[in-house]
Nanobody, 125 residues
Framework: QVQLVESGGGLVQAGGSLRLSCATSGPTFSTYNMGWFRQAPGKEREFVAYINWQSNKPTYADSVKGRFTISFDSARNTVYLQMSSLKPEDTAVYYC??????????????????WGQGTQVTVSS
């Protein structure tokens, strides 16, 4: 069973930066994609970014493109989300995700195979 453990959330002022980490364990060879979703109060969980395990190619939601960077450290089996130029609308619980879709990570939360427990990110104005 793949296990995902996030860390790095917190409170930051608008314009600031945070880095989230997601440590993975278990049979990670069974996953193709590692990524991040987020869920704000009263809203559905939405796709943020993912990186393909083998190609190391990142993909981003339009709302974070140019501000967030996803990366993967294979030596540590850890996925990172570097968030810069943060906005109040980025406030949400951020979830690490992994799936086995060989055609790319699903943008639909219900189709994701594995989730972390979530970490709160709050951006104050």
């Amino acid at each position: 069973q793949v296990q995902l453990v996030e860390s790095g959330g917190g409170l930051v002022q608008a314009g600031g930066s945070l880095r989230l980490s997601c440590a993975t364990s278990g049979p990670t060879f069974s996953t193709y994609n590692m990524g991040w979703f987020r869920q704000a109060p009263g809203k559905e969980r939405e796709f943020v970014a993912y990186i393909n395990w083998q190609s190391n190619k990142p993909t981003y939601a339009d709302s974070v493109k140019g501000r967030f960077t996803i990366s993967f450290d294979s030596a540590r089996n850890t996925v990172y989300l570097q968030m810069s130029s943060l906005k109040p609308e980025d406030t949400a619980v951020y979830y690490c995700a992994a799936d086995r879709n060989p055609w790319g990570m699903s943008r639909t939360a219900s189709q994701i195979n594995y989730w972390g427990q979530g970490t709160q990110v709050t951006v104050s104005s």
